[in-house]
């Protein structure tokens, strides 16, 4: 008689270990207790993000280990000349004999932003393939209607050259302004935040790069090569590319966060997106390019200006630097609106390209105009003078 | 667009790149690497319209999996030895994650490369889910463990223990310094392709033997996105390879993050995996064993030396001694002893070795019961407060080591401690690897070329340093370490969770106080400072003093 060995693997073994299973010091105490809530109660977000990053200034004692050429580590408040109340200590001097302790948490006021999307993965995961699974679902509906033989010759050039442009804008600011920015912010949750603005914007230039790529499928005569033309070439799109790139090029992580969502997108994305396209395409026999442009409009209109508001309101009601931030956006503001409303007005030509026209320039800059005030408003800045020009 | 051919799709998505007509973005982050004559692919080909829905799908199994272990009560079969050191290594390793999103755009202006850019992109925002759902999994396991004291002051914890120091190196070393040293050679190259093998995949292995099926569903759903990392790095290796000129700097970048990798990672994953488990079945791997396989065959034999054709200059030295630390030297063993030795600094519980334990170290290392034997049997005489001091205050052949100043685990293999004077101040290393890395690679100059984007080691490096001349019952307040009663500390040597049987404040006060042996050290001449070091290469091992002559 043969009999089988006895395989080896681990054994369950009762353990008792759970929660409740005894009464001891710190048995109940059953919350992370280095920080404190912004509201009344600890939320999910705050549990999975706050402190994540940390900061010599309250826990950190041994500072930090790895420092650039110029010996500074981490995340120095300096890479923006905004400020929060308590920017101005310095991190407490420890060496021999000194403990470890600094200041009370959360030691300054960039520990009080939280992003009020409370993005963290298990959001931003649902968030955004429920975004891709719509935007697809919309696309496949449309081509087993044959919805795009609706659309009218002037449309499609219109498509393949001006809504294929943006999706440069939306990867050029996604990768070198807002994944850039991710490395500057002080706080995990302000860099959490704006890495998850990022692939906001990566992910709606893919999703126009592939709509191109449907399209040309689709479409017989349509150039899925147009879009490049557009970009480089086309003077209507020469102003918005020249402050594209202008943006990239920032150094102070806040103020390319607040020329690009706080003035960029009103006086230039939500005028292209929302006073054109999405006014534009159904006169003109097209209901697909609406759902596909109207994602990325939720992205901005809902979520990405929303932390950007909370992000700078913070910091324009600052109890130790509100003048001092005020003053430094107002700069900002004189110097990139007028730069964004000259490239607004360059694309002023594209209004009257499709054949059922969209209400009219003037009248879309004037709403996104208005829109950006009301911004600039609940922020307490000064309206640019560009503005009632 | 759903039924377009992935490669088609990412061809397409090249057309969004564009070189800028008007203004340059902007370059914050240097490098000493060129990619003059680099050529350009991107071997990850994705797009994020297919992965969205794939890591929600591999979300929700994860999510599934957690609800499962509360409603089936895992936490009633869980090992309280493992669940400890979570304590340690989730308070450890959300950091690194972030800062791995924090590193790629050091990558962005410095590899020309804007196919690889997407792919940067993405592993950034996979390290923003590795980050969060890892501190999710630390929430549960305060939630559902019977002791929640670690897990609940974790990054405070974290960020004053040395412990925690020793692993935020793990972190900073991606995101400061030469932009390549830090997030490609030592970030990609050698942390993702060679070490997360260890931390992801053998240490859940080990998890789920302890009756921790959560860990596991956690770090392979990680794990499953460092294959898109290890391809960017690997597209950057390549790219780097084709400039002659940064052959010097891929040779001194290798032997950094290869050593620093090997000191901090082996040390604390070794000691979870061999320290941490309660599962001592013969035939279960050692340490050891999952260190020859998944990192000596797969990655040295399998990646590293295939690139050796290309030009690439490999440590073999430093690996075959990484090799001899652990399997000779006892390096992990060590390791595990200082933090037991240490417990009293800690913010989680070992208990002691058994009978059992032993069994399964001498049939695995042979020669460990005379090596570690006795110093287990004395830790366990010693954990319970019954009139005497805790074992780091007591005499049990044991001599409290200096750290190294490099990568700040102390000292212990006593044979090969260095003592250098650097930037004026007289420093201990644990071996030649990291006195060269402080006093050679992380340097200006190097071999005579300008490497002005280098980075500097910095900070507080010696933990002592802070509490030199304390009393350890402030030391342990300062650091936040108690429990809510006031006084029981959150560490203790044992696992026993009755009040009376835990070690508290008043026991520390009656300590004698704590002293910096880097302080001491460079307080001594230089006559006592050559006999302190010939008498520390003498020690061991297991810490026991130098012989008599």
Sequence with gaps: MTTTPERSVPKPVFTDAEAGAKEFPDSNARRFNYYTPAKRKQTHYEDVTVEVQPDPRHYLAQGWLYGFADGRGGYPLEWTALKAWGSDRPVPERGPGSGGKGYEWPAHGWHEFRDPNEEWELSFYRYNANVERQVNQNIDSARQQKAFEQWNPNWVRFVESHVGAWMHVNHGLGLYLFANANRRGPTNMHNTAMAVNSMHRIRSAQDLALYNLTLSEEITGFDGGAHLVAWNSDPCWQGVREVAEGLTGIDDWCEAIFAANIVFEPLVGELFRSQLVQQAAPRNGDFVTPTVMGAEEFDYAERDLAYSVALFDLLTKDREFADHNKALMNGWLSNWTPRCIAAARKLQPLWSQPDAKPPRFEDGLDRAKSRFAAILADLGLDIPKELTQ | ?549
């Excluded at chain 2, 667009?1 to 998505?13: F, W």
């Excluded at chain 2, 979300?59 to 509360?70: C, E, L, N, P, Q």
């Excluded at chain 2, 308070?91 to 490369?113: G, H, K, Q, T, Y």
């Design chain 2, 1 to 549: 667009m759903s039924r377009q051919s992935v490669a088609k799709a990412h061809q397409k998505i090249q057309e969004l790149s564009w070189e800028p007509l008007y203004h340059e973005p902007v370059a914050q982050y240097g490098t000493d690497y060129t990619f003059k004559k680099a050529q350009k692919k991107d071997p990850l080909k994705q797009v994020l319209r297919s992965y969205f829905p794939m890591q929600e799908e591999k979300d929700h199994r994860v999510y599934g999996a957690a609800d499962g272990a509360i409603r089936g009560n895992m936490f009633r079969q869980v090992q309280e030895r493992w669940l400890e050191w979570q304590k340690l290594f989730l308070s450890i390793i959300p950091l690194p994650e972030i800062s791995a999103a924090r590193a790629m755009p050091l990558l962005f202006r410095n590899v020309p490369n804007p196919e690889l850019h997407n792919g940067q992109a993405i592993q950034m925002i996979d390290e923003v889910r590795h980050s969060t759902i890892q501190q999710n999994l630390k929430r549960l396991y305060m939630n559902n463990y019977i002791d929640p004291a670690g897990f609940n002051n974790s990054l405070r914890n974290f960020q004053n223990d040395y412990c925690g120091s020793i692993g935020r190196q793990f972190a900073e070393g991606f995101i400061t310094g030469d932009a390549i040293t830090a997030a490609s050679i030592y970030l990609t190259i050698v942390a993702e392709t060679a070490f997360t093998n260890t931390l992801f995949v053998a240490m859940p292995a080990e998890a789920a033997a302890n009756g921790d099926y959560l860990l596991p569903t956690v770090f392979h759903s990680v794990q499953s996105d460092e294959s898109r990392h290890i391809s960017n790095g690997y597209a950057t290796l390549l790219m780097a390879l084709a400039d002659e000129g940064n052959h010097q700097l891929l040779e001194r970048d290798l032997r950094y993050a290869w050593w620093n990798n090997h000191r901090v990672v082996d040390a604390a994953i070794g000691t979870f995996i061999e320290y941490g488990t309660k599962d001592r079945r013969p035939d279960r791997e050692s340490y050891a064993e999952m260190w020859r396989r998944w990192i000596y065959d797969d990655y040295y034999r399998s990646y590293l030396v295939p690139l050796e054709k290309y030009g690439l200059v490999i440590p073999h030295d430093l690996i075959e001694e990484s090799w001899n630390q652990i399997w000779n030297k006892g390096y992990v063993h060590e390791v595990a002893q200082f933090f037991a030795t240490g417990w009293l600094a800690n913010y989680w519980r070992i208990d002691p070795m058994t009978d059992k334990d032993f069994e399964w170290f001498e049939g695995k290392y042979p020669g460990w019961y005379n090596k570690y034997g006795k110093w287990w049997e004395n830790y366990n005489r010693l954990s319970t407060p019954n009139g005497h001091h805790p074992i780091v205050f007591e005499d049990v052949d044991y001599v409290y080591p200096h750290r190294c100043w490099t990568c700040m685990v102390p000292c212990l293999v006593r044979e090969d401690m260095v003592m250098d004077e650097v930037d004026g101040q007289v420093r201990t290393y644990c071996h030649e690897a990291c006195r060269w890395t402080d006093a050679v690679a992380f340097r200006p100059e190097y071999e005579g070329r300008s490497t002005p984007n280098m980075g500097k080691l910095i900070g507080k490096r010696e933990w002592e340093t802070l509490y030199h001349g304390w009393n350890w019952a402030d030391v342990v307040q300062d650091m936040g370490y108690v429990r809510d009663d006031g006084k029981t500390l959150v560490a203790q040597p044992h696992l026993n969770l009755d009040p009376k049987k835990m070690w508290t404040l008043d026991h520390l006060r009656r300590c004698p106080p704590l002293q910096s042996p880097n302080v001491l050290l460079n307080e001594m001449s230089p006559a006592e400072r050559q006999a302190f070091h010939a008498d520390y290469v003498k020690q061991g091992p297991a810490g026991r003093p130098a012989p008599k002559d």
